[in-house]
């Protein structure tokens, strides 16, 4: 049985499966699809520590995120010119 967590991906709780994430994959998630063509995106992950301090860390194309509990996801996303 695969263990669920929740996520906070823009604002929206998400429970997916704890494990590994590509970049596309979390765009996926925030948007439904992820068009390197005309957009480009930006992620930022703010994780609390077990003293309760957050940690912000910004990830890019080809990155994987190892999705853990109560993470908060910011994706934005900006046409391409």
């Known amino acids: 049985m695969k263990k669920l967590i929740t996520v906070i991906i823009n604002g929206e709780p998400r429970e997916i499966e704890k494990r590994k994430f590509t970049f596309q994959d979390v765009v996926r998630l925030a948007y439904g699809n992820y068009d390197e063509s005309q957009k480009s995106y930006t992620m930022?992950?703010?994780?609390?520590?077990?003293?309760?301090?957050?940690?912000?860390?910004?990830?890019?194309?080809?990155?994987?995120?190892?999705?853990?509990?109560?993470?908060?996801?910011?994706?934005?996303?900006?046409?391409?010119?």
């Open 44 to 81: 930022i992950v703010t994780l609390k520590n077990d003293q309760g301090e957050k940690h912000k860390r910004e990830y890019s194309f080809g990155d994987e995120i190892n999705m853990k509990e109560g993470m908060r996801i910011n994706v934005d996303s900006t046409n391409r010119s």
